[in-house]
């Protein structure tokens, strides 16, 4: 059975930093392809930064320069490291682990950046 265990969001003021962090189980994670979407409220889900089996990353354009996306096959996890923290930022992100075409979600973690 795939699980994947989220953890790291929590509440910060702008300008600060919170480091995500996604653990798989049940899965070839090597394999897989990661990747971190965000859901503010009242918008759509959209993704945040990816990265492949090989290391490639992807980014939106929005946290560019800020979020750092990475993984330790070894832990079978995948970090999302978020630097200087606007208010937009705000919102639940979820991991998503896919494997063979078939996708995997976490439960969501909410990161809120408020003063």
């Known amino acids: 059975q795939v699980q994947l265990v989220e953890s790291g969001g929590g509440l910060v003021q702008p300008g600060g930093s919170l480091r995500l962090s996604c653990a798989a189980s049940g899965i070839i994670f090597r394999f897989a392809v990661t990747t971190w979407y965000r859901q503010g409220p009242g918008k759509q889900r959209e993704l945040a930064a990816g990265?492949?089996?090989?290391?490639?990353?992807t980014y939106a354009d929005s946290v560019k320069g800020r979020f750092t996306i990475s993984r330790d096959n070894a832990k079978n996890t995948v970090y999302l490291q978020m630097n200087n923290l606007k208010p937009e930022d705000t919102a639940v992100y979820y991991c998503?682990?896919?494997?063979?075409?078939?996708?995997?979600w976490g439960q969501g973690t909410q990161v809120t950046v408020s003063s």
């Open positions: 998503n682990v896919k494997v063979v075409d078939i996708n995997y």
């Open positions: 990265i492949t089996s090989g290391g490639s990353t």
